[in-house]
T-cell receptor, first 114, second 112 residues
Framework: AQSVTQLDSQVPVFEEAPVELRCNYS??????LFWYVQYPNQGLQLLLK??????LVESINGFEAEFNKSQTSFHLRKPSVHISDTAEYFC????????????FGKGTRLHILP | DGGITQSPKYLFRKEGQNVTLSCEQN?????MYWYRQDPGQGLRLIYY???????QKGDIAEGYSVSREKKESFPLTVTSAQKNPTAFYLC???????????FGPGTRLTVT
């Protein structure tokens, strides 16, 4: 079985400051890893994903995440946040042997302070 | 433009009534999913379908039913047996390695 833990339910951060949203997972098999973003009253959008290869993956809007197999983590970072980054962020994993299955964390709400 | 549509965006019903939520996709994806989202609980899988005329229960299927008569459509019925139906419902679809999911905009159901 797999599980995903997002350690912070809410993260307040000042505009233009850096941010890290933490994600740890547990799995007995290898997994694919995802970060999704949900803006208020909308569906989820894929932010970035790790399938294989370089452990550092980047999105088009300045976010990046690093897969750390030894620590079973996939933390999301941005060096300078904007007010438009206000949203809820979900970490998720899919076991490689069951790609019909995806397990979501409970989400981290990012509050950008002016 | 390809994508997933859900309708309506807001839905209000009286307790004891069945209600059907629509989900349509034109992405030619084989797999479709229904999730329920409650504050602080993330997303929980209700039902999923990997192919037309076939579907499986997810983690919280009790009180819900689905059908998959067409590849493009995967409607969800919330029945009167569902004890706490008020929630935000998200439909998704996927195809391909890595199982990236595409989500619809969601339907917020309020039952009073």
């Amino acid at each position: 079985a797999q599980s995903v833990t997002q350690l912070d339910s809410q993260v307040p951060v000042f505009e233009e400051a850096p941010v890290e949203l933490r994600c740890n997972y547990s799995s007995s098999v290898s997994v694919y890893l995802f970060w999704y973003v949900q803006y208020p009253n909308q569906g989820l959008q894929l932010l970035l994903k790790y399938l294989s290869g370089s452990t550092l993956v980047e999105s088009i809007n300045g976010f990046e995440a690093e897969f750390n197999k030894s620590q079973t983590s996939f933390h999301l970072r941005k060096p300078s946040v904007h007010i438009s980054d206000t949203a809820e962020y979900f970490c998720a994993v899919t076991p490689m042997n069951r790609d019909d299955k995806i397990i979501f964390g409970k989400g981290t709400r990012l509050h950008i302070l002016p | 433009d390809g994508g997933i549509t859900q309708s309506p965006k807001y839905l209000f019903r009286k307790e004891g009534q069945n209600v059907t939520l629509s989900c349509e996709q034109n992405l030619n994806h084989d797999a479709m999913y229904w999730y329920r989202q409650d504050p602080g609980q993330g997303l929980r899988l209700i039902y999923y379908s990997q192919i037309v005329n076939d579907f499986q229960k997810g983690d919280i299927a009790e009180g819900y039913s689905v059908s998959r008569e067409k590849k493009e459509s995967f409607p969800l019925t919330v029945t009167s047996a569902q004890k706490n139906p008020t929630a935000f419902y998200l439909c998704a679809s996927s195809m391909g390695t890595g199982n990236e999911k595409y989500f619809g905009p969601g339907t917020r159901l309020t039952v009073t």
